[in-house]
């Protein structure tokens, strides 16, 4: 469990059913390409004032575990997410990235493992294939979260750092043997919800 969690974008590649982003979201028919929520702000946080709440507070933050976790957006989408994890790993004693692993390429993702020695992952992935994984995380590539995932676990600090958090649905039960051969192949830590 994370002392704090930061949502630091409101932005997402995905377009999931049960994201309040939707003025659909968890009816029973779900068009994945609606316009978003009329009232939801579109926004990143700035990263200048992040530092600056931060600094204000260090006492609060130093050497804690810290979260950037998208209630309504992913992290991996902020375009000044560099220098956030920069940042972030130089104050927090570990800071976790949760992310649906399908934006940013396989080379950004071995970069952050080369550098980061405080920094963790967890990819929220329910499917090895997108017929599945797509019918909750809509609009995700699958091969290439997979690809993510499994690039950063193989890493210097990207092994051992690596988490799967993975939704048990009905529509993919079936792939948890895959999903548990996969995550012993990368040295993946794999948790079914």
């Known amino acids: 469990m994370s002392d704090f969690d930061f949502t ?26 609606q ?22 507070n260090m006492h609060n933050f130093k050497d804690k575990l810290v979260t950037y976790e998208g ?13 956030f994890i920069d940042y972030g790993c130089s104050v927090f004693g570990i800071l976790n990235l ?14 952050l493992g080369e550098k980061y020695r405080n ?3 967890t990819f929220s992935i329910d499917g090895m294939e997108d017929d599945t994984n797509q019918l909750y995380r809509r609009k995700v590539n699958t091969k290439r ?17 690596t988490y799967w958090q993975f ?15 996969f995550s012993q192949l990368h040295n993946i830590m794999l948790y079914l919800k």
Do not use: W
Not at 71 to 83: C, F, I, T, Y
Not at 167 to 181: C, K, M, R, S, W
């Open 119 to 121: 920094l963790e992952i």
């Open 71 to 83: 209630e309504l957006g992913d992290a991996l989408v902020h375009p000044q997410l560099e220098s």
């Open 145 to 161: 979260a997979l690809l993510n995932m499994s690039t950063y676990a193989n890493t210097k600090y990207g092994e051992g750092a």
């Open 98 to 111: 949760v992310t649906n692993g399908g934006v940013r390429s396989p080379s950004f993702y071995k970069k």
């Open 8 to 33: 630091i974008t409101s932005h997402c590649n995905a377009a999931c059913p049960s994201c309040k982003r939707y003025p659909d979201y968890q009816k029973e028919y779900f068009n994945p390409n």
């Open 167 to 181: 939704l048990l649905f009905d529509h993919n039960y079936f792939e948890v043997q895959d999903a548990l051969e």
């Open 35 to 56: 316009q978003l929520h009329p009232n939801l702000r579109q926004l990143h946080v700035d990263f200048d004032d992040f530092k600056a709440i931060i600094e204000r």
